[in-house]
C-alpha cells in the first residue's frame, strides 16, 4: 500500500463558510473515514457510529432549511460535501445521499406539523433514512410498483416487499411508495415509516461485488400500519415527489461517482510516481502520462457538469436534464477512471493489497442505483426530443 495524502481539489466555493466546511470534512474523513475504510468493506462492516459522528457534525442535513435543524447550504456546496465522504468511503458518501433523499419528502411536501415534529430528529438527531421505491418486479418501470396502502379511517395498511433497498434493515425511518389507487403514475403515495413498525421486517442483505459494508436489502410489509398524519403530500402525488426526489438524488450519486474517481486518481498518482522501471518512474512514461492527463480532464468535466447542475437547483430553474447528463457522465467517468487506475498499477492493482480493485468494484453499481444510465439516456433524450412516440 503507498502511503501519501491525497490531494486537495481545488474548489470553487461560494463562501468562506463553505471553504471552512470542506475543510472539516477532508479532515474528519482522513481521520476518522479512509483509514479503516478497506478493513471495514472487506469485513462487510456497516459503519454506523460513522453515521452518528456525521449527524452530530451537522453533515446530514446540509441542503436543507435552518429552521428545522438543517444547515442551509446550497447543493453546490452540499455535493462537494459528498464527494469528499466518498473519496474517502463510498459507503460513508452514498449514505449520507441516501439518507437526504429519504428527508427530501417530509422537507418538500411535507405539512408544516409534519416537518415541526419530524424533521429536527431525522437532520440531526441521530437518525438515519432509507428510500424505499423499487421493487423486485419493478426497477426502471417504478410506476409500475405494486406494494399497496389501504386506507381505513385514519389508518393505512402497507402490505408488499420492496428490493435494492439502502441501509434496508439498519435505517431508523422509510420514506415509501405505495399504490393507494389504481394503476399507473397517479395511484401512488409516500408515507413516512418508522423502522421499528409492527410488520416491517427485512430480508438477509443481498449479497454484492462492492460497497459490501452498505446493507442493501429486501424490506417486507406484513400488514403495516401507519396513520393517516404520516402521508406526505397528497393522495396520488406520491409519484410526482419520488421524481423531484430522484433529480436531486441523481447529482448526489453523481458527485459520489467523482470522489471515487478521484480517489483512484490520487492512487494511480502515487504509485506510478514511486515505482521504477528501466531506471525511472514510470510516471515519466509518456503513456501512462496521457493516461493520467485523460483521467483527471474528465474528473474536472464530471465535476464541472455536476456543479452546473446543482447551481441551477440552487436557483430554482430547471435542473433534470442536467441531473440526469451528470449522473450518466459521472458514474461512466468513474468506471473509466477506476479501470484506468488498476491498468496502471499492473498486476498490484489486481491484488487486495492496493485499493484501486475497490473503487473500480464500487464505481460499478453508481452506473445502476438511482437509474441505470441507459434510463438517464432515456430522460436526455425526452428532453431534446420530446416523448417516445407509442
Not at 74 to 95: C, D, F, I, N, S
Not at 139 to 146: N, P, V, Y
Not at 194 to 206: M, R, T, V
Request: net charge negative; proline share 4%; aromatic share 6%.
Amino acid at each position: 500500500m503507498t502511503e501519501y495524502g491525497p490531494r486537495p481539489v481545488d474548489r470553487r466555493l461560494p463562501t468562506e463558510e463553505a471553504r471552512d466546511l470542506l475543510t472539516l470534512v477532508r479532515e474528519l474523513a482522513e481521520r476518522e473515514i479512509r483509514p479503516t475504510a478497506a478493513e471495514e468493506e472487506d469485513a462487510g462492516h456497516f459503519p454506523r457510529a460513522t453515521f452518528t459522528l456525521l449527524s452530530e457534525a451537522g453533515l446530514l442535513s446540509l441542503p436543507y432549511d435552518e429552521e428545522f435543524g438543517g444547515g442551509g447550504q446550497p447543493y453546490e456546496v452540499y455535493l462537494q460535501v459528498l464527494e469528499e465522504l466518498a473519496a474517502a468511503r463510498l459507503t460513508v458518501g452514498l449514505g449520507v445521499s441516501v439518507h437526504t433523499l429519504a428527508c427530501h419528502a417530509l422537507a418538500g411536501y411535507g405539512s408544516k406539523e409534519q416537518r415541526a415534529e419530524h424533521l429536527p430528529d431525522m437532520l440531526g438527531g441521530g437518525l438515519l433514512g432509507a428510500y424505499c421505491l423499487s421493487e423486485p418486479s419493478s426497477g426502471s418501470d417504478a410506476a409500475s410498483l405494486t406494494t399497496r396502502a389501504t386506507r381505513e379511517g385514519d389508518v393505512w395498511t402497507l402490505e408488499g416487499t420492496k428490493a435494492w433497498t439502502t441501509h434496508g434493515g439498519v435505517a431508523d425511518f422509510y420514506t415509501v411508495l405505495a399504490r393507494t389507487g389504481g394503476s399507473g403514475a397517479h395511484g401512488i403515495t409516500a408515507f413516512l415509516v418508522p423502522g421499528d413498525a409492527e410488520g416491517l421486517s427485512a430480508a438477509a442483505p443481498e449479497r454484492k461485488m462492492g460497497m459490501k459494508g452498505s446493507p442493501t436489502a429486501q424490506l417486507h410489509f406484513d400488514a403495516v400500519r401507519v396513520p393517516d398524519s404520516r402521508r406526505l403530500g397528497d393522495e396520488g402525488q406520491g409519484f410526482a415527489i419520488a421524481l423531484s426526489a430522484l433529480d436531486s438524488g441523481r447529482l448526489g450519486i453523481a458527485a459520489c461517482a467523482i470522489g471515487v474517481a478521484q480517489a483512484a486518481l490520487d492512487e494511480a498518482l502515487a504509485y506510478t510516481a514511486e515505482r521504477q522501471q528501466f531506471g525511472r518512474p514510470i510516471a515519466d512514461f509518456q503513456g501512462l502520462r496521457f493516461m493520467l492527463a485523460d483521467m483527471a480532464t474528465q474528473i474536472e468535466a464530471g465535476r464541472a457538469l455536476y456543479l452546473t447542475a446543482a447551481r441551477l437547483r440552487d436557483a430554482g430553474l430547471p435542473f433534470s436534464k442536467e441531473a440526469a447528463m451528470a449522473k450518466l457522465f459521472c458514474t461512466d467517468t468513474a468506471m473509466r477512471v477506476t479501470t484506468d487506475a488498476v491498468q496502471l498499477l499492473g498486476g498490484y492493482g489486481y491484488t487486495l493489497d492496493f485499493p484501486a480493485e475497490r473503487f473500480m468494484r464500487e464505481a460499478k453499481v453508481l452506473q445502476i442505483v438511482e437509474g441505470t444510465n441507459q434510463i438517464q439516456r432515456m430522460v436526455i433524450a425526452r428532453h431534446l426530443a420530446g416523448p417516445e412516440k407509442r
